[in-house]
């Protein structure tokens, strides 16, 4: 079965239901919250918002997904034969987006030495369109949700593989400290006297908030309750021609889809055709 971006965005705008179930076995609040904003961005492409049995439920994702990942490694999600998903869960419309040891991705590449060996041999893939999935919750109410695409978001990986590639060579050329290879910045063994203690040098990874990086868009819709996706027109139009008029049929004074411009991730100076698309409550 085939889902996208615009099915989920009409499943959720014909929702009526914008509470996250929080109920779970971990005993941290926020990683509940954050579990069960996962779990409603899954059902939003499964067509299965409103429905209340999650047994059903995970036999529907896999009719839907071809892989569903951990906490320690990207992506979050992955649509058969469709994008990767990384779902993000934070507590305000200004919070940074923390992206921890994993670097902004604009695409996700089977080569990627953070992912699984499920994850690469899930399908048949070599690169994936990465999708993040925003949303501010405070308790189990979902406040507002962010689509956006890496490509209209982050720039291009090599920027950011120069930047933690520069900064492992120069821990790694440190005088009479002994390294072993990792997929980290680096790792110094023996650093005491018997040879017990190691440091892990890790990257923690952030970016800014949507709402302030495309603050420059008077568009966006800001109320009780908002959505917005953020596509390159040459994607939107890749979507089947079936469900962007499902989607366009749905226009009212509280849902738009808009045509706008947006800045390059990789050289600002260039301005990149996209389309704005908009729910509020």
């Known amino acids: 079965m085939k889902t996208n971006l615009l099915i989920a965005i009409k499943n959720i ?28 961005i899954k059902d939003s492409f499964c067509n299965s918002l409103d429905t209340t049995q999650s047994n059903e439920n995970n036999e529907l994702y896999g009719q839907y997904f071809s892989y569903l990942g951990n906490k320690n490694n990207p992506p979050d999600i992955m649509i ?29 590449y089977s080569d990627n030495s953070m992912i699984t060996v499920d ?15 925003i949303g501010v919750a405070s308790s189990e109410q979902l406040n507002s949700l962010w689509f956006i695409y890496g490509n209209c978001y982050m720039a291009d990986k090599e920027i950011y593989k120069r930047i933690k590639n520069k900064i ?21 063994n023996r650093v005491d006297p018997l040879g017990i203690t190691y440091l892990r040098i890790r990257g923690m990874w ?3 908030n949507p709402n302030r990086v495309f603050q420059y868009i008077p568009q966006l819709k800001n109320s009780d309750f908002f959505l917005n996706a953020i596509v390159l027109k040459e994607k939107y139009q890749s979507f089947p021609e079936e469900d962007r008029k499902n989607l366009e049929s749905l226009k009212n004074e509280k849902f738009s889809i808009i045509d706008i411009k947006i800045k390059s991730p990789n050289n600002p100076a ?12």
């Open 13 to 40: 705008v014909q929702s009526s239901n914008l509470v996250l179930d929080a109920q779970s076995s971990s005993s941290n609040r926020i990683n509940a919250v954050g579990d069960a904003l996962e779990t409603f």
């Open 80 to 108: 058969k034969n469709g994008d990767a998903l990384e779902v993000k869960k934070i507590e305000s419309g200004k919070s940074s987006i923390a992206l921890n040891s994993s670097y902004p991705k604009d695409k996700l």
């Open 119 to 133: 994850c690469r041999t899930c399908e048949d893939w070599k690169e994936k369109d990465m999708l993040y999935a």
């Open 168 to 188: 492992s060579a120069g821990v790694n050329e440190l005088a009479d400290i002994e390294f072993s290879e990792t997929k980290e910045l680096g790792r110094v």
């Open 206 to 208: 952030h970016i800014e």
């Open 270 to 281: 260039k301005m990149l055709d996209a389309k704005l698309i908009t729910m509020k409550r």
